[in-house]
């Protein structure tokens, strides 16, 4: 009994260390933001990286989430004769919740885990190591810029998710069931609130690609320098960024909308 | 005084006193006293797991001991702030045992980086600093090459044209030898050598490879068990009656280093399988 009870002590004790340290590198990152400011080019080289090679995944899987909304929005909606309001709830769920949600969610699986693994593989390979031995700090020089792009990128992301969702609901709600477009579009237009929905979606997206880019920098700089280590990094950052998304959706719903 | 010092009235470059480093409970050094003097090729041997690495790390600041000084070219390693350790970092180059190239840049841009972060030299200035690096080390004509398109010894040679861009008084070298075929190494030995005395820079080799090492130190430090078991020139070490240095000179299987790994007597260990 005592055992276990020391074995999760342990435990314990290691996630706050762990926790302590990751606040600890936010420090020297956020500082890395004068080298930025002085060579945009290497945030410049990350945004590409990390934000433009992600734009695929996230125009496909918004327009697919957005045809499927449209579907399921008008089966429900014309049970109640309301099919005109199809516009409002594809717009409404997208860009208070799917759309930062989503976009966070595919971001960590897709830029999130590269960012870790390529942090992680540098440090194995003595890279970091290297440059420290060059008078050049990987925080300020390899981490921050691949922060801030991360932070800048999932906004806009999620912005496309979003647009790209509206008209996935388009496509399939007045393209092929027949909903009146004009309706549609108006409906959307009144029904939207831009203080209420559209800037409340992007504080959520802001937030989540903050949480989501420092917990895949965090892991890969943190991470055992072994091939087995990078993958467990990596492996963490998915569990980790997905499960912080959406404990902080609910958080942050709550927060606003209550 | 210690006997070098007094023979030798130059200061040396790197003076490491009463060294004590742990990791866990292991104490990885354990009351080191070593010189490292200037313009000369000092080796620092002895078998895996000694810590030599280590020791280079502690020499660089990447790691604090837990005890005693370490100074470089006159300044007390980790009692500078980190400004101060980075500007001395400038004039220390180091290769690493992987070489540490920047893998997503070519061999051009990878030895140019240390140029492009510290200096404000032109571009043509620094084309044409870059690609005499590049001749020192024979690989003018790889300079469009990206790392993964290089082999161990060649991403080694370009590794050490990047460590001297910046005109460092001293290069450490973590493990140069291991892994080379035997072109690759002859090419690395003589690099090392004809880049001390043309150059003037101090160099320290950290390796276990005897012949290799012994042909080009001036000086060479034997470490076991956290301590220096002994110093001298090769052929000092090369005629040495300790035990110790003669297995680890002499590449004997068994010694003060057993061959076999500490275990319960061979016949216990059977019986109990069998039982």
């Known amino acids: 009994m005592i055992g276990h009870l020391a074995k999760l002590g342990g435990w314990g004790l290691q996630a706050l260390t762990r926790l302590g340290r990751a606040h600890l590198l936010l420090l020297p990152m956020m500082r890395g933001l004068l080298d930025i400011l002085r060579r945009p080019r290497l945030l410049l080289d990350q945004v590409f990286s990390v934000g433009v090679l992600t734009i695929l995944i996230i125009a496909v899987a918004g327009l697919f989430v957005g045809m499927v909304l449209g579907l399921q929005g008008y089966y429900i909606l014309s049970r109640f004769g309301g099919e005109t309001a199809l516009g409002l709830m594809v717009a409404a769920s997208l860009v208070r919740e799917l759309g930062p949600v989503l976009t966070a969610l595919l971001f960590a699986g897709r830029a999130g885990s590269a960012l870790t693994a390529e942090i992680g593989l540098m440090k194995a390979t003595e890279q970091l190591s290297g440059l420290e031995m060059m008078a050049v700090n990987p925080e300020h020089r390899v981490l921050a810029p691949r922060f801030f792009a991360g932070f800048l990128s999932v906004p806009l992301l999620a912005a496309l998710f979003s647009m790209l969702g509206v008209i996935g609901g388009w496509m399939v709600g007045g393209g092929m069931l027949g909903v009146d477009q004009g309706a549609f579009w108006n409906g959307m237009q009144n029904g939207i609130d831009f203080r209420e929905d559209v800037i409340n979606g992007v504080i959520k997206s802001v937030v989540f690609g903050f949480v989501c880019t420092w917990i895949a920098i965090f892991q890969g700089y943190d991470c055992v320098p072994t091939s087995e280590g990078v993958s467990r990094a990596t492996t963490r950052t998915v569990v980790h960024s997905s499960l912080a998304v959406l404990g902080l959706d609910f958080v942050l719903t709550a927060l606003m909308f209550s | ?275």
Do not use: C
């Open chain 2, 1 to 275: 005084m210690s006997e070098a010092e007094s023979n030798n009235p130059t200061p040396p470059l790197v003076r490491i006193r009463g060294l004590r480093f742990r990791r866990g409970s292991r104490w990885i050094f354990d009351g080191v006293d070593l010189d490292i003097p200037r313009g000369k090729v000092t080796a620092i041997m002895g078998p895996s797991g000694t810590g030599k690495t280590t020791l280079l790390k502690l020499i660089g600041g990447q790691l604090r001991p837990d005890e005693g000084s370490i100074e470089v070219d006159g300044e007390n390693v980790h009692a500078l702030k980190t400004p101060e350790l980075y500007r001395l970092r400038m004039r220390m180059g180091m290769l690493f045992q992987s070489g540490a190239l920047l893998t997503d840049i070519s061999v051009f841009d990878n030895v140019a980086f240390p140029l492009r972060e510290h200096t404000r030299l032109t571009e043509s200035m620094i084309r044409k600093l870059v690609l005499l690096k590049l001749e020192a080390v024979g690989l003018r004509g790889a300079r469009d090459l990206m790392p993964s398109e290089l082999s161990g010894g060649m991403a080694r040679r370009v590794a050490l044209a990047r460590a001297i861009a910046l005109d460092p008084m001293m290069i450490m070298y973590d493990e140069p030898f291991t892994g080379q075929d035997p072109i690759s190494m002859g090419a690395l030995v003589q690099l090392i050598r004809m880049l001390n005395d043309a150059a003037r820079i101090s160099s320290v080799v950290v390796s276990h490879d005897v012949a290799e090492t012994l042909r080009i130190a001036d000086q060479v430090y034997v470490i076991s068990d956290g301590k220096v078991v002994e110093s001298g020139s090769p052929a000092q070490l090369r005629e040495s009656g300790g035990d110790w240095t003669r297995q680890f000179i002499q590449g004997l299987p068994d010694g003060p280093v057993p061959f076999h790994y500490p275990a319960a007597p061979l016949r216990e260990d059977i019986l109990e399988v069998s039982s």
